[in-house]
């Protein structure tokens, strides 16, 4: 698992939010003014499927999510 930095979360990275793996589904890094820059997320839950807009601030460190996928198919046989 690796940390990431505010500005290292993109698209279609999965990270650990509050214990849970979710799938960013939108990041949009900006400064306003004078401000430090903020980026804006989608959050989509793996678990529960739920979505969340999380603001990460300039010190803010995330853990991404150690996942394996594969590719399976599923053969059902008629009783």
């Known amino acids: 698992m ?3 930095s505010y500005n290292e979360i993109t698209l279609k990275k999965v990270i650990l939010h509050d ?3 979710c799938l960013v589904v939108a990041s ?5 003014q004078q401000r430090k820059p ?3 997320t989608k959050l989509k839950s793996l678990k529960s499927g739920r979505a969340l807009e999380v603001t990460f601030h300039q010190n803010e460190t995330v853990q991404e999510a150690d996942l394996e996928t594969k590719t399976v198919t ?3 046989k008629k009783p």
């Open 28 to 32: 949009h890094v900006f400064r306003k």
């Open 38 to 40: 903020v980026n804006i």
């Open 2 to 4: 690796a940390i990431l």
């Open 74 to 76: 599923f053969i059902f």
């Open 19 to 21: 214990g849970e793996p």
